[in-house]
């Protein structure tokens, strides 16, 4: 009986251990998630449409500025199908304002698979900030 206890644990330990931890994101609930990298881009305007420069979009790991247009694309490590990005107005009013942060969960599927690879893009993906009160 004994035996059979510690050969049951050491072969949960072996299994536990034996995943890629390269290739698949964090650990919930026993069950791991592939992580896949993806393209997002968009536009970031204010409330009448116009584009904000010099707002960085961030990520888990990575950061852009959007451009005088208002245009971004960034590169995201994805866990699952969602990605959030974060708006963020860093340089105050010299882009013609004071924005409030703003946060955005993008789901990726299958039709923003880039071909049969494990990487998406997203485009599309536009933002209205509103002024800081």
Known sequence: MKN??????ASMLGFAT??????YGPD???VRWPD???????KVTDKEGNPI?????RTSGNKTTTATDGNYVIASKVYGN?????FVDVDGSANGGEFA??????????????NESD??????VDVALKEKE
Do not use: H
Request: net charge negative; proline share 2%.
């Open 36 to 42: 896949v990298e993806a393209s997002i881009s968009g």
């Open 101 to 114: 942060e703003q946060n955005l969960s993008v789901e990726l599927s299958e039709e923003n698979r880039i």
């Open 119 to 124: 990487n998406f893009a997203k485009s599309g």
């Open 82 to 86: 969602r990605s959030t990005l974060w």
């Open 28 to 30: 919930m609930y026993g």
């Open 53 to 57: 420069p010099d707002i960085e979009v």
């Open 18 to 23: 034996a995943s890629d931890q390269t290739k």
């Open 4 to 9: 059979k206890i510690l050969l049951m644990i």
